[in-house]
């Protein structure tokens, strides 16, 4: 339409981007602008064909036939075709019957800790290793019928990594299972904290957008974070540098099969010295 009014007329058209609304972002932006990114406007019009075709064709034919519903389209549709073939393999699962068997130990100077049986009758055993009432009572039998002694103690040093920001879903998941919040209370409490609450006689949003898959960290907020942390704590806690990569420059990653976060801890290994068993049964 510019084009068409002539008022392109020597402009140099681009296109700025920046992915947080800070200061430094804005400017960062607009002293790189680039150009349209064809791709991307590609894969818009990919989503609006398929708006079209799925959500502006089947919602309709939902009020129809089923009273109440509200909408389809391209992602409810396959995000419910996902919840049913998980409920499907829910509905068709055996359950299978699996023992355990802890011990309870004291150790010379009255502390206590519990152990649970690895092997047995020369082999290892895995969660589903013990399988019935006497098989577990046999192993209670065989624990009872011995004593036992620290062979040795191991200790080791892990490294755990901070956990990345919540994205849609785990934050989602944290307040439920935490707070015992359903979705919706979680995501208006959230929309309250974007938007800003008064703080001094200025509305500051408190979170950033939380309806995202992203888990990059604001340059800004990190500087932030260094600053808070070494006027805080001891600057032993907040290093300069790790390798060859700056903090500034390091960011969280999503876990997949592949990278999980670690979530082990330091912690010293021990064999059992005197006991008291128990068993107990579950069901997976």
């Given at each position: ?88 393999e829910i509905e068709v699962f055996k359950a299978q019957e699996y023992w355990s068997v802890e011990v309870t130990f004291k150790t010379a100077d009255g ?174």
């Amino acid at each position: 339409m510019l084009n068409e009014r002539k008022a392109l007329k020597g402009v140099d058209v681009k296109r700025v981007v920046f992915n947080e609304v800070t200061k430094s972002a804005v400017l960062e932006a607009f002293a790189h602008p680039r150009e349209i990114n064809q791709e991307l406007v590609d894969a818009y019009l990919a989503r609006r064909a398929l708006d079209y075709l799925v959500g502006f064709t089947l919602s309709p034919v939902l009020w129809r036939k089923l009273p109440g519903s509200r909408s389809a389209g391209r992602v409810q549709s396959v995000a419910l075709r996902l919840i049913c073939e998980r409920e499907a393999e829910i509905e068709v699962f055996k359950a299978q019957e699996y023992w355990s068997v802890e011990v309870t130990f004291k150790t010379a100077d009255g502390a206590s800790f519990v152990a649970r049986l690895t092997h047995f009758d020369g082999a290892k055993l895995d969660r589903l290793g013990i399988t019935s009432q006497d098989h577990a009572e046999r192993a209670k039998a065989a624990i009872e019928a011995r004593s036992f002694a620290v062979s040795s103690v191991e200790k080791k040093t892990t490294r755990r990594h901070p956990q990345p920001p919540f994205t849609t879903s785990t934050l989602q998941q944290e307040a439920s299972r935490k707070l015992g919040f359903g979705a919706v209370r979680t995501m208006q409490l959230a929309q309250r904290l974007y938007e800003g609450v008064d703080i001094g006689g200025e509305t500051v949003g408190l979170i950033s957008y939380m309806r995202t898959d992203g888990v990059q960290l604001s340059a800004d907020a990190i500087a932030g974070a260094r600053t808070l942390i070494a006027a805080t704590t001891a600057t032993s806690i907040c290093p300069a540098s790790r390798g060859s990569i700056a903090p500034s420059r390091r960011t969280p990653r999503r876990p997949t099969r592949r990278s999980g976060r670690p979530t082990s801890a330091a912690a010293p290994r021990r064999s059992p010295s005197t006991s008291t068993p128990s068993s107990s049964s579950s069901t997976s």
